[in-house]
């Protein structure tokens, strides 16, 4: 008789999957965002602080040699040659 019931809950539960299968993705989907939505939102605000001080290090340099420039300096049109710095 235990194996009747047995079968009977397996059925139900393989039939509930079927007809609700979007709602059981819609919790493991809840549950992964839970789970792992703070560590991929703070790998994302570090890219996004990377990226940013990459680009200032872009606009200091830029700002540097266009300051070269106004004041007549051929570095700002030709470059520093032999100390190139790296960004």
Do not use: C, N
Not at 54 to 70: G, K, T
Request: aromatic share 14%; no cysteine; glycine share 8%.
């Amino acid at each position: 008789m235990r194996l009747v019931w047995q079968l009977i809950g397996t059925l139900l539960l393989v039939g509930f999957l079927i007809k609700y299968w979007w709602l059981v993705a819609l919790v493991l989907a809840a549950v992964a965002v839970w789970k792992f939505g703070p560590s991929w939102w703070r790998r994302y605000q570090a890219s996004v602080a990377a990226e940013e001080q990459r680009l200032a290090a872009i606009i200091a340099r830029a700002d540097e040699q266009h300051s070269w420039v106004l004041a007549g300096d051929p570095r700002g049109t030709y470059g520093t040659k032999g100390t190139r710095r790296s960004v």
